[in-house]
């Protein structure tokens, strides 16, 4: 207990927090080296994509404020938190409100495509072979499929960077 009437309680467990700077970090050096033809931009994905899979086994056994079934609310009870806010009378939450469970959601779902995206880009049965975008050749599912098909992956992907950046 601190000295005001007010008890500190630790809300984000270590794993979250390392988890959470982890990823800030892994995905703005990503974004840093997207043009780099070096192997950081793809190792980097790499890690973002094991961070969010820690993070995804970590909401369902970690402690109570990290786990998803806390601050991941039903749609009817995050569109009543949405009408509290907008009248100015929304309740306060240890850890995240209804809206920022949302957007916890959102934001793992965004960089797990991302990082889905980018990995699909590397393989040579889907869009390519290992290698830079630049330098892709084209592999027998590319010529087998339709080339808008093909390159809405590649659009995906760089979609996906512009939303986040």
Known sequence: MNGDAHPTVKVWDAFVRIAHWSLVIAVTAAWLTRHSDSPWHEWLGYAALTIILLRLIWGFAGSPYTRFTDFVRRPSATLGYTKAVISHREPRYLGH?????????????????????????????????????????????????????????????????????
Not at 105 to 111: E, M, P, S
Not at 123 to 128: I, S, V
Not at 142 to 150: E, G, I, K, N
Not at 153 to 160: D, I, L, P, Q
């Open 97 to 165: 409100n209804p809206l920022g469970g949302w957007m916890i959601v959102a934001l793992i779902t965004a960089v797990a495509l991302l990082g889905l995206t980018g990995w699909l880009g590397t393989t040579d049965t889907y869009w390519g072979s290992r290698g830079s975008p630049r330098r892709m050749k084209p592999s027998p599912m590319y010529s087998s499929s339709s080339s808008s098909c093909t390159s809405r992956g590649w659009c995906s992907h760089r979609f996906g960077i512009a939303k986040i950046s």
